[in-house]
Every structure is written in structure tokens, then in C-alpha cells.
């Protein structure tokens, strides 16, 4: 298991900008895929984004593709979603999860650590 802790959120302007990070504890931070994933008030948590161990290749849901970037710096052990153009259907929880996998899934369910949350409030 390894700890996570979000960090970022806040209230963002509809076409303005946020930068989350996350934080993790343990010394097998380099090994594992991280993902963002986020939750609205009603809905289920729904994947954002994932970058693979290395940092070279990352994966994002159609909703976010081309605003969202997300990043890791695996010396800092800590991942990044800068978060770009945003739209007030970006508000909800952002959660951070950890998988220990050569595989990545989109299903939350399939990811074993979860960070506390980070809530991001866009405005129109």
C-alpha cells in the first residue's frame, strides 16, 4: 500500500486553469501506474487520467483529452494533473489512485490506494 495525498483544488473560473498534485509515500512510487479519477455529486467516480511508471505514456477519457495534462516526477514522488480550459463540468472530487500493474484500466475498482480527495469547483 502506499499513501496518497491530493493536493491543488480550489475554485476555478469556466476556461481558467488548476494544477493538482499528489503525493505518495513509500518507496515503490516508481513502480506503479497513477491515475486520476473524479466523482460528482450523484455519479459514480469516473476515470480522468493515467500515466504509466516511466512517465512516457499517458492515457485520458475523451471529456478531458487536449486540456488535461497529466505528469509525474518519479525523484519528487509525486504525480501532477495540470488542468486546463476549464468547464463547469469539471466540477467534482478529483481522487488520486495508485495500481501496481504493467496494465492500466480505467476501472476504479482495479486500483488498491486511494488518496482523500481534492474538490475543484468550476464557475460559469
Known amino acids: 500500500q502506499v499513501q496518497l495525498v491530493e493536493s491543488g483544488g480550489g475554485l476555478a473560473q469556466s476556461g481558467g486553469s488548476l494544477r493538482l498534485s499528489c503525493a505518495a509515500s513509500?518507496?515503490?512510487?516508481?513502480?506503479?501506474?497513477m491515475a486520476w479519477f473524479r466523482q460528482s455529486p450523484g455519479k459514480e467516480r469516473e476515470f480522468v487520467s493515467a500515466v504509466m511508471w516511466h512517465g512516457r505514456t499517458t492515457y485520458y477519457a475523451d471529456s478531458v483529452k487536449g486540456r488535461f495534462t497529466c505528469s509525474r516526477d518519479n525523484t519528487k514522488n509525486t504525480v501532477y494533473l495540470q488542468m486546463n480550459s476549464l468547464k463547469p463540468e469539471d466540477t467534482a472530487v478529483y481522487y488520486c489512485?495508485?495500481?501496481?500493474?504493467?496494465?492500466?484500466?480505467?476501472?476504479?475498482?482495479?486500483?488498491?490506494?486511494w488518496g482523500q480527495g481534492t474538490q475543484v469547483t468550476v464557475s460559469s
Open positions: 513509500g518507496r515503490t512510487f516508481s513502480s506503479l501506474i
Open positions: 489512485a495508485a495500481r501496481s500493474s504493467d496494465l492500466w484500466r480505467i476501472n476504479p475498482h482495479e486500483y488498491g490506494s
